[in-house]
C-alpha cells in the first residue's frame, strides 16, 4: 500500500541522493529568493499516476513550494496536456525537478500499460494483475500505479499470502512430500483468511493440486489448448491465473479460455517511462 509515510521516505532518499552536498549548478548564479513557475506537459499520450509523489519532491526540496494539479491519478491524458504547475523559488524547483520527473514518468508508463491491457480484456471478467517483479524499495509506488491503470494488485510480498511455485514443488518432490499433503499442511498451520496458490506449467500435475484444494491455481506457459483444458477440468474449484510472456497480442485469447486472473510480469519488470516534461513559464 503507498502510504504518505512511503511517499516521503523514497522522495527524501532521492532528494539526497540526487544533491547529496547541495545543488552546485544553481548554488552560485541564481539569487536564492528568485521564484520560477513551471508546468508539468505531457509529450505524449497516457494515464497519470503519482500526482501526490510528483508533489511531494517539491514540497520537500522547500516548504514553500506549492504545485497544483490540473488532472488526477486514474485520468487519461493527451499528447500536450498540462498536468500540473508548480511555483517556487528557482533553486528549489531546478533541484527537485529530475526526481519528480522520474517518479511520475516511471509511475504513468506503468499505469498506462496497464490500460492496454485491461483494454484488451474488454468486457470479459478477467482481471489483469501485477507480479513482485518490482524495482527493489519502489513496490508499493509500482503496485499503486498498477491500479490507477485499471489492474488488481497481486500479493504485496512472500508475508501475504502462500505462493507455491516451481522451485516449492521440485524441494516437495525432492523430499517426497506429495504436493497435496503439503497444501493441506500449510493449510493446517496457517490463518483460514490465508490464500493458497500453486504454480504448475504442465497439465499432468493438475489432478494433484486438485487434491489439496488450493484456493487458486496458476498455469504457468501454458499453451492455449492446455489452458482451455485446465479451465475445463478444474470447473470452478479454484480461482485460475494464467501467467507467463503474456502480450496484448494474445490477452484476449488467453482471457477467452476462462481464466479468472491473468499475471503480467512485464507491467513493473519491461515498462517504458511516458514523456513528460517541465515546461518554463518565467
Request: glycine letters at 8%.
Amino acid at each position: 500500500m503507498l502510504t504518505s509515510q512511503l511517499i516521503r521516505q523514497a522522495v527524501s532518499a532521492a532528494l539526497i541522493e540526487d544533491a547529496p552536498t547541495g545543488d552546485i549548478s544553481c548554488a552560485y548564479a541564481m539569487e536564492p529568493t528568485a521564484l520560477a513557475t513551471v508546468r508539468l506537459t505531457a509529450r505524449e499520450a497516457g494515464v497519470m499516476s503519482g500526482m501526490e509523489v510528483f508533489t511531494a519532491a517539491f514540497t520537500l526540496q522547500g516548504s514553500g513550494n506549492t504545485v497544483t494539479p490540473a488532472i488526477a491519478d486514474g485520468e487519461s491524458f493527451g499528447a500536450g496536456a498540462v498536468l500540473a504547475s508548480v511555483t517556487g523559488t528557482l533553486r528549489d524547483v531546478l533541484g527537485a525537478e529530475r526526481v519528480a520527473l522520474n517518479f511520475i514518468q516511471r509511475m504513468c508508463g506503468i499505469a498506462t500499460m496497464t490500460a492496454d491491457f485491461v483494454a484488451a480484456v474488454g468486457d470479459r471478467s478477467t482481471r489483469i494483475v501485477d507480479t513482485r517483479k518490482t524495482t527493489p524499495g519502489l513496490r508499493a509506488f509500482e503496485k499503486y500505479a498498477v491500479t490507477c491503470g485499471g489492474g488488481s494488485n497481486h500479493r504485496q510480498g512472500l508475508s501475504d499470502a502462500v505462493m507455491l511455485k516451481d522451485n516449492h514443488l521440485a524441494a516437495f518432490e525432492s523430499q517426497g512430500i506429495p504436493i497435496a499433503r503439503a497444501i493441506r499442511e500449510i493449510r493446517a498451520h496457517v490463518s483460514h483468511t490465508t490464500h493458497i496458490e500453486v504454480e504448475i506449467d504442465r497439465l499432468d500435475q493438475l489432478d494433484a493440486v486438485l487434491e489439496g484444494r488450493p484456493d487458486t491455481i496458476m498455469l504457468d506457459n501454458f499453451k492455449l489448448s492446455d489452458l482451455n483444458s485446465a479451465v475445463r477440468i478444474i470447473d470452478g474449484r479454484t480461482l485460475v491465473e494464467a501467467s507467463g510472456n503474456m502480450t496484448l497480442d494474445r490477452i484476449a485469447s488467453v482471457a477467452d479460455s476462462g481464466v479468472d486472473l491473468i499475471s503480467v510480469g512485464a507491467l513493473t519488470h519491461s515498462v517504458r517511462s511516458i514523456d513528460l516534461g517541465l515546461d518554463w513559464l518565467g
